[in-house]
């Protein structure tokens, strides 16, 4: 069988975690990344780990004609399409940046696979296109909400095109992965979440509080309509997500799915509140974070989490990693990363 998957972004937070995955379940993985928000540090991670090397290409997926000589060089059964920009912020004040390179990525690579003859294809989505949803836990097909940001936009767009691609081109497989909120870092620590310049995510703000790197965390809004005033959100462990990848390249090599067009939402089903996380962080590194209650953050939605019941069963996949064993994860790399720069 045929296990060479393209892994593009496979240098990133959530790709790199992926390539571990792939490999220890006998899949070979190709990284391509241009680097462009992430460091080469991770794929020695990845390598560290693994006791071997991974093919590394630099390119940029937007560039047709470098990817072209990549799929002209390598035979691929699989892409996980993880390439993409994923700033909310920045998004709104550089709206053709995303919408140029994450549509045009996901189409180049689209392209490809139809002259190439490569079948299956993984992308990742987001929870973002529920937006806030009207009944919780949101399954998936719970209607998406029009985008609050282009980052949002790009998502639900690259998803219609997928969806277009697979109606059109039936020996294309398509599987989106709707990830929640993805923290922590491998059991290792020697890969993890590389955030440049001020965190936007909260775990990362929250280990570099931890660290002494920023002085103060604040929790963005303790006003909104839940238990403790603050936002709830679906954690996901990354280790754990990136395993859900390793479940849909098997589904769509093996062909059980149910049509070469599906969604699934990549969470734990538990819906987990900022204070929550802050408190939960502090108990298990047994540590005091500087924190206080700030405004409410722009944009933000008060609750979301998932519904699982689909990606449980069909599949076969669950997330099984503690939520005290992320947020060690977490800290573990973020000392470990630190360690490094001294
Ligand atoms: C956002 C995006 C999501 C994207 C994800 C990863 C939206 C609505 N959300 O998720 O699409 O995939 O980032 O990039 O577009 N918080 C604080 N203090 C902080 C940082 C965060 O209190 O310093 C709170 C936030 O208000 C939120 C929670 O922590 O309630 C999680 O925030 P964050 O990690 O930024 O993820 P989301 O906003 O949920």
Same mark, same amino acid.
């Given at each position: 069988?045929?296990?060479?998957?393209?892994?593009?972004?496979?240098?990133?937070?959530?790709?790199?975690?992926?390539?571990?995955?792939?490999?220890?379940?006998?899949?070979?993985?190709?990284?391509?990344?241009?680097? #462009?928000?992430?460091?080469?540090?991770?794929?020695?991670?990845?390598?560290?780990?693994?006791?071997?090397?991974?093919?590394?290409?630099?390119?940029?997926?937007?560039?047709?004609?470098?990817?072209?000589?990549?799929?002209?060089?390598?035979?691929? @059964?699989?892409?996980?399409?993880?390439?993409?920009?994923?700033?909310?912020?920045?998004?709104?004040?550089?709206?053709?940046?995303?919408?140029?390179?994450?549509?045009? #990525?996901?189409?180049?690579?689209?392209?490809?696979?139809?002259?190439?003859?490569?079948?299956?294809?993984?992308? @990742? #989505?987001?929870?973002?296109?529920?937006?806030?949803?009207?009944?919780?836990?949101?399954?998936?097909?719970?209607?998406?909400?029009?985008?609050?940001?282009?980052? +949002?936009?790009?998502?639900?767009?690259?998803?219609?095109?997928?969806?277009?691609?697979?109606?059109?081109?039936?020996?294309?497989?398509?599987?989106?992965?709707?990830?929640?909120?993805?923290?922590?870092?491998?059991? #290792?620590?020697?890969?993890?979440?590389?955030?440049?310049?001020?965190?936007?995510?909260?775990?990362?703000?929250?280990?570099?509080?931890?660290?002494?790197?920023?002085?103060?965390?604040?929790?963005?809004?303790?006003?909104?309509?839940?238990?403790?005033?603050?936002?709830?959100?679906?954690?996901?462990?990354?280790?754990?997500?990136?395993?859900?990848?390793?479940?849909?390249?098997?589904?769509?090599?093996?062909?059980?799915?149910? @049509?070469?067009?599906?969604?699934?939402?990549? +969470?734990?089903?538990?819906?987990?509140?900022?204070?929550?996380?802050?408190?939960?962080?502090?108990?298990?590194?047994?540590?005091?974070?500087?924190?206080?209650?700030?405004?409410?953050?722009?944009?933000?939605?008060?609750?979301?989490?998932?519904?699982?019941?689909?990606?449980?069963?069909?599949?076969?996949?669950?997330?099984?990693?503690?939520?005290?064993?992320?947020?060690?994860?977490?800290?573990?790399?973020?000392?470990?990363?630190?360690?490094?720069?001294?």
């Amino acid at each position: 069988m045929n296990k060479r998957v393209l892994v593009t972004g496979g240098c990133g937070y959530i790709g790199s975690h992926t390539c571990v995955e792939l490999a220890e379940a006998g899949f070979e993985p190709i990284i391509v990344d241009n680097l #462009s928000n992430s460091e080469k540090i991770a794929l020695e991670g990845v390598e560290k780990i693994l006791g071997r090397k991974i093919e590394f290409i630099k390119a940029d997926c937007c560039d047709a004609a470098a990817m072209e000589e990549i799929f002209e060089k390598y035979d691929f @059964s699989s892409i996980i399409h993880f390439a993409a920009f994923k700033a909310v912020g920045e998004s709104v004040s550089k709206p053709l940046d995303y919408y140029r390179n994450n549509l045009g #990525s996901l189409i180049n690579m689209l392209s490809l696979m139809r002259k190439h003859n490569v079948p299956n294809i993984v992308f @990742s #989505s987001s929870a973002t296109v529920y937006g806030q949803a009207d009944v919780l836990p949101v399954t998936e097909r719970t209607p998406r909400k029009e985008a609050t940001s282009p980052y +949002g936009s790009t998502k639900q767009m690259c998803e219609d095109i997928l969806h277009s691609c697979s109606v059109a081109y039936p020996k294309i497989n398509v599987i989106a992965l709707r990830y929640f909120n993805p923290i922590g870092a491998h059991p #290792s620590a020697l890969i993890g979440e590389l955030p440049r310049g001020v965190p936007n995510n909260l775990i990362p703000f929250v280990t570099q509080t931890a660290a002494g790197i920023r002085p103060m965390l604040s929790i963005f809004g303790n006003d909104y309509n839940t238990p403790d005033g603050t936002c709830i959100r679906d954690y996901i462990d990354v280790t754990d997500l990136a395993k859900a990848h390793v479940c849909a390249v098997n589904r769509m090599i093996e062909g059980t799915g149910h @049509s070469n067009y599906e969604v699934f939402n990549v +969470g734990t089903g538990r819906g987990v509140s900022t204070l929550e996380v802050v408190q939960t962080f502090e108990r298990v590194n047994n540590l005091k974070l500087n924190w206080k209650f700030a405004d409410r953050r722009e944009g933000d939605i008060e609750s979301v989490w998932a519904d699982t019941t689909y990606a449980n069963e069909e599949l076969g996949w669950k997330a099984i990693m503690p939520l005290d064993e992320t947020l060690r994860n977490a800290w573990r790399w973020q000392q470990y990363i630190d360690s490094q720069k001294k």
